[in-house]
């Protein structure tokens, strides 16, 4: 049992990794076939509080939260059967959208929270396979929220920023844009 672990995948294929349950922070991968959960290879850095992303047989794992609690910005790709440790994030920070947007080739990771209480990201950095690279910020930086889409059309909203918040951001692949707000503020 564990809690803000990291998701990838559709209802019948669904890959569930990492997570904590405090003060811990756990590797475990769990494969769902539509039918029942089974355990498969860990990650190679237990980590919580991450960016998670893509399909239960090619996924992305990105920053996070590790033991002891610090933030990291290194990531993994999973190919099916295992974790490789790939190029890490330029930002070390947590409490990235734990199902992003995109797959493990073309990812996208925005927000979160870096070092110290009350500091949040606005950051957004895109994966090409290879390496992450720095584009335009959120307009607004925050936590704790969802996301959906691919790595050139998402929409990110709810989320952190010392409350919960309504804040609804499309993403056209170059800038975000303010949408309209979901009707209830919310987070994780």
């Not at 009350?118 to 936590?143: C, I, K, P």
């Amino acid at each position: 049992a564990r809690a803000f672990g990291m998701g990838a995948g559709t209802t019948d294929a669904n890959l569930y990794y990492g997570g904590s349950a405090a003060p811990t922070y756990y590797g475990q991968t769990e494969n769902y076939n539509g039918t029942s959960w089974t355990e498969v290879a860990d990650l190679n850095t237990g980590r919580g509080s991450a960016g998670g992303m893509g399909t239960s047989t090619a996924a992305l794992c990105a920053g996070g939260r590790v033991s002891p609690p610090t933030d990291t910005s290194s990531s993994e790709t999973w190919d099916g059967s295992s974790w490789t440790e790939g190029n890490d994030l330029n930002s070390e920070r947590y409490s990235i959208a734990n199902k992003g947007a995109g797959t493990s080739t073309a990812g996208l990771c925005a927000g979160g929270r870096n070092k110290g209480p009350g500091s949040y990201d606005a950051l957004n950095e895109e994966y090409d396979g290879t390496s992450w690279s720095e584009v335009n910020d959120l307009n607004t930086a925050r936590s704790g929220f969802a996301a959906a889409g691919t790595q050139t059309s998402a929409l990110y909203f709810s989320g952190y920023t010392g409350s919960n918040q309504d804040l609804n951001e499309s993403w056209n692949g170059n800038v975000w844009t303010e949408v309209n707000d979901l009707n209830t503020a919310r987070r994780a």
